[in-house]
């Protein structure tokens, strides 16, 4: 069975397959599960990225997972995340048709510190490239302020005290809000205005204590030329106590 998005928020079954719309193109990446291929829409001639993913490798957590993260880009639309245009669920293969972007992670130039699911839509500075968030495969949906989560997910160098806490006593975890996000933000708007991650360490524990402590510093040369201002800001968001970040109104 193939299931089309005809509208940002309408999902429904149909019985039409994935190749009877779109011609499958060159390689551009593959990961631990799916194969990404260009694809070209027959009628539109429009081009997009699919995510292609042959069911015989994937247990049915994993096929449970896709599902949900499907489920998730269902409900989003907005120009910097990698969208969803087409569920196709056959007997071979899962096939998810998303947005093409083709400037490559925005951090190779820099340094190759930042998670992979954070794109650029162009290699070429002076035409508009923008930004794009792809992968939600950890994503969880909350229905309001008040939700919390449990699970210790999440790249190390960006994930929040309160997931530390978790990963390092999973006997007594305790639960956790959107504060996490704006830790992450912080995270990673301490590298783009330094080039340097806050609490990076070859050692593992030691990078979490770090992060557990929020000890970071703005050391000279790499913050030498930024304002009082964004230091501030970036310092508001990597605070241990999640009720003295930010908050994230939606």
């Known amino acids: 069975m193939g299931c089309c998005l005809t509208s940002w928020c ?28 260009r694809a070209t829409h027959k009628e539109t001639k429009k081009v997009y990225a699919v995510k292609c ?11 449970e997972d896709i599902h949900y993260e499907v489920s998730i880009l269902q409900q989003m639309h907005h120009p910097n995340i990698i969208n969803l245009y087409g569920f196709y669920d056959e007997p071979e293969y899962f096939y998810m048709v ?26 070429h500075h002076g035409d508009g490239a923008s930004i794009k968030i792809a992968d939600f495969g950890f994503a969880k949906q909350v229905e309001n302020d008040h939700d919390t989560l449990l699970s ?29 996000d ?12 330094s080039g340097v991650t806050p609490f990076h360490s070859s050692n593992q524990s030691v990078m ?31 605070t241990v106590n999640p009720k003295d970040r930010y908050e994230l109104h939606i």
């Open 182 to 193: 704006i830790w992450a933000i912080g995270v990673m708007t301490f590298f783009l205005l």
């Open 98 to 123: 998303m947005d093409l972007v083709e400037g490559g992670e925005l951090f190779d130039e820099l340094l190759e510190k930042v998670p992979d699911n954070i794109l650029l839509t162009s290699r």
């Open 53 to 63: 993913y042959r069911k015989t490798r994937l247990t049915s957590r994993d096929a």
């Open 208 to 238: 979490l204590r770090k992060i557990g402590q929020a000890d970071f510093r703005f050391l000279p040369p790499y913050w030498d030329n930024v304002s009082d201002e964004a230091k501030a800001f970036v310092a508001r968001m990597l």
């Open 152 to 180: 210790s997910c999440g790249t190390p160098e960006y994930i929040a005290p309160e997931i530390v806490h978790n990963v390092l006593h999973r006997e007594h975890k305790t639960p956790y809000g959107k504060a996490v």
């Open 10 to 37: 309408d999902f429904r079954p149909r019985s039409e397959r994935f190749r009877e719309h779109y011609e499958l193109g060159k390689k551009l990446g593959e990961g631990a599960f799916s194969v990404v291929r």
